[in-house]
């Protein structure tokens, strides 16, 4: 059971209660019709990205569809909330990459975003034994990575809202979702 395809959504919810912000987060997002299974960060090989409009035409409502999601909620008025996902792929189609998932509160689209594609990327770069500095900037890392030959791209999707005014639940989603 190897996905062939995966897609990426995002999705905002509020409401007075945590679970119903949640599943409007899924609404919002497109995948509240399906039956979620989380799965850790490995992006599989020969695995294609498409689009959400592709990828949800392909899955059928009550279906177990697996997915890598970040998630983040609050119901502290104004706070900022952020869920983003890191996305490495390798030269070799026929190696595995890695999707990772980041959730914080007080930071802004970009940072959330960059720092869930530096982790994916460090993640690959210790697998394929590229040598870099531990201690340099994410843009620094990332020339060596791509500069390498072994990665061929990093990509971020985030989410970031702050949290309702009123004190309702606000709940943030990113999702990689695939198709078998």
Request: hydrophobic content about 40%; aromatic content about 8%; proline content about 3%.
């Amino acid at each position: 059971m190897i996905p062939k395809k995966a897609f990426v959504v995002k999705g905002t919810g509020v409401h007075k209660d945590k679970l119903a912000s949640f599943e409007l987060a899924l609404r919002d997002a497109g995948i509240e019709k399906f039956n979620l299974v989380t799965v850790s960060s490995i992006l599989p090989p020969n695995c294609s990205i498409v689009s959400r409009k592709e990828g949800l035409e392909e899955l059928a409502p009550g279906q177990i569809v697996y997915c890598v999601m970040a998630k983040n909620q609050t119901n502290e008025p104004e706070r900022m909330i952020a869920a983003a996902i890191g996305n490495a792929v390798p030269v070799d189609s026929n190696d595995y990459g890695y999707i990772s998932e980041h959730h914080s509160f007080g930071e802004d689209e970009r940072t959330a975003g960059i720092y869930a594609e530096d982790l994916a990327a460090t993640m690959l770069a210790t697998t394929l034994g590229i040598e870099f500095d531990a201690d340099s900037a994410w843009g620094e890392r990332e020339r060596v990575y791509k500069a390498s030959g072994h990665i061929f791209d990093t990509v971020h999707y985030c989410r970031c809202v702050k949290g309702d005014e009123n004190g309702l639940w606000t709940t943030v989603v990113v999702s990689m979702v695939f198709v078998l």
